[in-house]
């Protein structure tokens, strides 16, 4: 992912606005109870818009913290297939989920020179619940649908390179 921003001085340190877009990485889980159901939800081809405001706070010339967050929108190809081997009942599904996304986090950036910077931080993401409609299937033979409601979050540890003004002396 990305992003474009403006950053303003401010007294300690500065403000920063900016538009973010991002690849979100797929998800796959396989579980099993006791043998009473097997369960394998799935999110691929995620991704996310948000706009965010963050707040550095100049510890040294060269090393800042900052806080912050944003919001925005994402979405992601929700799969659900369950099984329950005693009973023979299987619930499939496969549909996207889109909606509501904010973030919200911090961390600390090391000016390496006056137009990069090495950034070290932490976001707590989440997306809005949403749903797809699946078929409950006994014995191989549909026979009914439900709604599976899904939603997604993740906590991110993550390291970026800013770099300030590249086009500076273009125009």
């Known amino acids: 992912g990305g992003a474009l921003g403006r950053s303003w001085e401010l007294d300690s340190g500065f403000l920063r606005l900016e538009i973010e877009a991002r690849q979100r990485d797929p998800v796959a889980e396989l579980s099993s109870i006791n043998d009473i159901a097997v369960s394998h939800p799935s999110a691929t081809g995620g991704w996310s818009t948000t706009v965010n405001i963050w707040r550095d706070y100049a510890?040294?010339?060269?090393?800042?913290?900052?806080?912050?967050?944003?919001?925005?929108?994402?979405?992601y190809?929700?799969?659900?297939?369950?099984?329950?081997?005693i009973d023979d009942?299987?619930?499939?599904?496969?549909?996207?989920?889109?909606?509501?996304?904010?973030?919200?986090?911090?961390?600390?950036?090391?000016?390496?020179?006056?137009?990069?910077?090495?950034?070290?931080?932490?976001?707590?993401?989440e997306l809005g619940a949403g749903g797809v409609n699946?078929?409950?299937s006994s014995g191989g033979v549909p026979v009914d649908t439900t709604r599976i409601t899904s939603a997604f979050s993740a906590s991110e540890l993550f390291f970026a390179v800013r770099i300030y003004d590249p086009f500076q002396g273009w125009w």
């Open 59 to 75: 510890i040294h010339d060269y090393l800042t913290c900052y806080v912050g967050g944003g919001i925005g929108g994402g979405g």
């Open 89 to 125: 009942v299987s619930v499939t599904g496969l549909g996207t989920v889109t909606g509501f996304a904010w973030q919200a986090g911090g961390g600390v950036a090391f000016a390496i020179t006056d137009g990069m910077t090495l950034d070290l931080g932490y976001r707590f993401f």
């Open 77 to 85: 190809q929700f799969g659900i297939n369950q099984w329950y081997p």
């Open 134 to 136: 699946a078929q409950v």
